[in-house]
């Protein structure tokens, strides 16, 4: 996805240098080695399958997600960034992906289960509301703390999740 589109003019000399940058409304587009770790977790040894992603932002991954899994479901609590990531994602014509505005900790019950699930702001604990919605065999991952925060992923099994802790990360915090 080139991600130019998805930063302001201002900052499009860095669009491809590995940093989080400012997207407005303190929030940030994800550093590119952090969704490729994310990303790389996720799929190890599968498909992506139908995903849903937690924190849209200014949509860049939601684009990167379209591009490698057969659905995307994306959900953004500010309105104004969720209008600017429809802006941005407009010409690129991903038709597998729909942008949804809501609370990312409900998950997206009408849409559910996933087979993945990826959040891109830092909660206190594992949503329930997401684990529900996970479909057997599925994974989600998601930084997970408050001043401290690692990648966690978690995978449904036949009864019950396993849960692995990975990289210490920086994101912005789970709005509530
Ligand atoms: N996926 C983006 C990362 C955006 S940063 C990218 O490609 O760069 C994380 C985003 O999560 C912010 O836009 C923030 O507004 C959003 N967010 C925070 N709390 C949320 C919540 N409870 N539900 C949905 N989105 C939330």
């Known amino acids: 996805a080139p991600r130019h589109l998805f930063v302001e003019e201002a900052l499009s000399s860095r669009a491809y240098d590995d940093d989080a940058l400012p997207i407005g409304y303190s929030q940030t587009i994800s550093q590119p080695f952090v969704i490729a770790l994310m990303l790389q977790a996720l799929r190890a040894g599968r498909e992506l399958g139908r995903v849903l992603e937690i924190g849209t932002g200014c949509g860049y991954q939601a684009a990167v997600l379209a591009q490698i899994a057969t659905e995307v479901y994306s959900i953004e609590r500010i ?3 969720l209008a600017k990531a429809r ?3 407009r010409g690129l014509r991903l038709s597998n992906l729909r942008l949804k505005h809501g609370d990312g900790n409900l998950g997206l019950p009408e849409a559910a289960p996933f087979d993945s699930i990826i959040v891109a702001a830092a909660a206190p604990q ?4 997401l684990l529900q919605q996970l479909a057997p065999g599925g994974r989600m991952i998601l930084p997970l703390g408050t001043s401290e ?10 009864s ?17």
């Open 79 to 81: 309105a104004p960034l």
């Open 87 to 89: 802006a941005n994602l």
């Open 126 to 129: 594992v949503p329930k509301a």
């Open 149 to 158: 925060q690692v990648l966690r992923l978690v995978e449904r099994r036949r």
């Open 160 to 176: 019950g999740y396993s849960e692995t802790t990975l990289d210490a990360v920086r994101f912005v915090p789970m709005l509530m």
